[in-house]
């Protein structure tokens, strides 16, 4: 996510992903090293074998490992580099850098925590994170993730389908969407002190987006719980959407009637729209989203590649879409 900036001199969207790239170079040679040793291991089920590629490709072997299941969901796609995935990210509880969220988030206090699920439900509750790690079956889910930035990863997420949780709380026929809100507490986030947007940070969806099969709930990444800096302990993805809809650090899921306005929306409404599905089709007002980058695979020299509509996953949630104009609803 890009802040507009009134600083002529700040760097063109188009020059930030590749100074990244050429930071991470070392990062990545480090990390094919450890690849090679991958011939010999002996056999291992997925998970084990998920979380030791992990490890070898600098996951951290201190984290508390989360057993899941493979899902037919995920891209063949390689997955990103764990460094990268930890190491690039968007937290701007943590301040605005790239690096702020893992040199700042480890602040951030994951036990006690919980989820206040209310609104429009007939059996409002709160979830205890430890509940939500036992409520159904965990999935490794290797999912597409693009950036309004024009970036793009790969990443092997753990969870479960939000429609898990929704079906538990019951809502109601006013129910049509639903807002996610997420921690926002000064003492722990040093980045709350600069007003980039409205905090807390605050997305939505649609009842019927949230239900998707594709929107997970998660709780991992790379076989390990979640990193503090990719949103601990409880975050959502929603992979055909750019990735500022993936709210981080969830503390409330609230079911409404009226379609809220999100932080982004509130803080610059003709660059955020509601939907934000990725559509290489409409641009960002300030930079075109037809190509991306993909951070770990796309040389600095390379082209970047065409993005896809509904970052590739149209066969799934195209139909969520019929009938809208998907330049007005963007
Ligand atoms: N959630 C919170 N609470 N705060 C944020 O700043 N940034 C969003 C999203 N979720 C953000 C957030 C943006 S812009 C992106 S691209 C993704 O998180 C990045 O997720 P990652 O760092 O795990 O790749």
């Keep these: 996510m890009l802040i507009r900036r009134h600083d002529a001199s700040a760097p063109p969207a188009s020059e930030i992903t590749p100074r990244a790239i050429w930071r991470d170079r070392r990062q990545l040679i480090a990390a094919a090293g450890g690849a ?17 590629s992990a490890i070898m490709q600098g996951g951290d072997p ?11 969901l995920s891209t063949p796609e390689r997955a990103t580099p764990y460094k990268l995935v930890t190491t690039y990210n968007n937290f701007y ?3 605005t850098e790239k690096d702020d969220p893992i040199k700042h988030a480890h602040r951030l206090r994951t036990r006690p925590w919980s989820v206040k699920v209310d609104g429009e439900v007939a059996k409002p509750r709160s979830f205890d994170i430890d509940e939500l790690l036992t409520l159904a079956p ?34 109601t026929s006013k129910a049509r969407y639903v807002e996610f809100v997420t921690l926002a507490d000064p003492k722990q986030m040093n980045g709350l002190a600069i007003p ?20 997970l709930l998660t709780l991992g990444l790379y076989g390990e ?22 709210a981080k650090s969830l503390v409330s899921i609230r079911f409404v009637e009226k379609q ?41 020299m390379q082209k970047r590649r065409s993005t896809l509509m509904f970052n590739g996953y149209t066969d799934q949630v195209a139909s969520l879409y019929s009938g809208m104009d998907l330049r007005r609803n963007f």
Excluded at 38 to 44: Q, R, Y
Excluded at 227 to 233: C, D, M, S, T
Aim: aromatic share 10%; proline share 10%; charged share 20%.
């Design 36 to 52: 090679a040793l991958g011939g010999a291991l002996p056999t291992l089920s997925p998970t084990q074998a998920l979380a030791s």
């Design 62 to 72: 201190k984290a508390q490992k989360l057993a899941a299941t493979p899902s037919r």
């Design 93 to 95: 509880e943590f301040g």
């Design 138 to 171: 965990l999935e490794e889910r290797i999912y597409r993730m693009r950036c309004v930035e024009g970036w793009s990863m790969v990443i092997p997420w753990i969870g479960f389908p939000m429609a898990e949780l929704i079906r538990r709380v019951e809502p």
């Design 196 to 215: 980039v947007i409205s905090w807390p940070y605050m997305e939505a969806l649609r009842l019927d987006e949230a239900m998707h099969p594709l929107t």
């Design 225 to 246: 719980v979640l990193p503090k800096q990719n949103g601990a302990p409880v975050r959502l993805v929603v992979p055909w959407k750019y990735g500022f809809k993936s």
């Design 260 to 300: 809220p306005n999100t932080s982004w929306m509130r803080s610059s409404p003709e660059e955020y729209g509601f939907y934000s599905n990725v559509n290489p089709e409409v641009s960002h007002p300030r930079w075109s989203q037809a190509t991306e980058r993909r951070l770990g695979d796309d040389g600095f």
